[in-house]
């Protein structure tokens, strides 16, 4: 959106990636989103952060950089067992000048610690919702300072230097993971194009892990008859040669 022709803010309607991409594709697109963001001179990124049973975000942006201002009467446990965790935050709140009584920041919330447990953060997992929230793309604002250690944890983690985390290989992100297709579903085209790569590649023995589990060969041979039967005869000598017996994938009308 922009502000007399100039940048003023993003709002980021929809942010999903494949269910069966690598983890890290969210985190990398969004660094670099930001990154061309706030050299372009906008404000700020603004997002509905959802929780449902397909959404996570409410949990996942503010380790990224999101906040927001809540009541942390919102959180307060209905598990007696979180009591304590909730006592905890409150007297950590007051220690840091920061009013338990009022609308507290988000971040401030996710930084409570207790030793090496995330007090705020787990508060916020079992009983937050879904909340508007905003990244401040200002340089050296919070939102950036949080994102930035983000990065150079997964960078260390990963073993590689902060600058690449960047630097985005799509190729490596490619949707070829057959046997999570097989068994949370896809595209027809996705799903064939696993097939296909897991052929090619087949000393992966992508193939041969599917074949021997009863559940995610069941569900091969449910897709299979929508394949070519020059396929399917390359995955059953490819089965055959690594010691499989009898194997039977297409009827003989196919």
Known sequence: FLDSGYPHYIYNEVFTTDKCL???????????????????????IDL???RSDYFVGYYVWPKLGFDCEIDIKDIYPRDKEKFPLYSYLVKWLEKNNIDPEGEVPLSAIYACKAGDRF?????????????????????????MRILESYINLKS????????????????????????????????WETIKDAIEHNVKNYENGVLERIYRNPKTREKLLN??????????????????????????LASDEQ
Not at 22 to 44: I, N
Not at 159 to 184: A, V
Not at 224 to 241: D, K
């Open 22 to 44: 690598p983890d890290g594709l969210g985190s990398r697109v969004f660094a670099q989103q930001v990154k061309t963001a706030s050299e372009m001179g906008f404000e700020y």
């Open 48 to 50: 509905m952060a959802a």
């Open 119 to 143: 007090v705020g953060q787990e508060l916020w997992k079992t009983y937050g919702d879904s909340t508007n929230m905003e990244f401040n793309l200002t340089p050296g604002s919070l939102s």
């Open 156 to 187: 260390e983690k990963d073993n590689i230097d902060p600058s690449e985390f960047l630097k985005l290989d799509y190729s490596k992100y490619k949707s070829i993971d057959l046997e999570c297709y097989l068994q949370k579903g896809g595209d």
């Open 223 to 248: 897709v299979l008859p929508r394949v070519s039967r020059n396929l399917v005869n390359q995955i059953t000598e490819i089965l055959t040669n690594r010691g499989f017996e009898n194997v039977k």
